[in-house]
Nanobody
Framework: QVQLVEAGGGVVQAGVSLKLSCAAA????????RAWVRQAPGKEREFVAA????????YYADSVKGRFTISRDNAKNTVYLQMNSLTPEDKAVYHC??????????????????WGPGAPVTVSS
């Protein structure tokens, strides 16, 4: 299996930036798709962003496109989520997720089978 551990969550004011990280353990890391999926209380999981490890192609939800940036550091087996211009709508637990590339829709949370415990992000209003 791939082990995922998030870090960097916290409480911030609206308009402030925050950067999350997700460290992965496993020597097959380069074969997977890495993603960020968030879940607010009472809501379904919402896809945020994904990156193909091979090639580095990125995908974003419309709600965060232009504000959030997903990136990777292959030497550290780590993926990041830079979040700018945060709003109260961004308040959620942010989970790091992973799966093999395959041909499934990367924007569907149900296609991922490796999950981190989550990093809570609170945006004051």
């Amino acid at each position: 299996q791939v082990q995922l551990v998030e870090a960097g969550g916290g409480v911030v004011q609206a308009g402030v930036s925050l950067k999350l990280s997700c460290a992965a353990a496993g020597r097959t890391f380069s074969t997977v798709v890495r993603a960020w999926v968030r879940q607010a209380p009472g809501k379904e999981r919402e896809f945020v962003a994904a990156i193909r490890w091979s090639g580095g192609s990125t995908y974003y939800a419309d709600s965060v496109k232009g504000r959030f940036t997903i990136s990777r550091d292959n030497a550290k087996n780590t993926v990041y989520l830079q979040m700018n211009s945060l709003t109260p709508e961004d308040k959620a637990v942010y989970h790091c997720a992973a799966r093999t590339p395959g041909g499934a829709d990367m924007s569907s949370p149900g296609t991922y089978y490796y999950w981190g415990p989550g990093a809570p992000v609170t945006v004051s209003s």
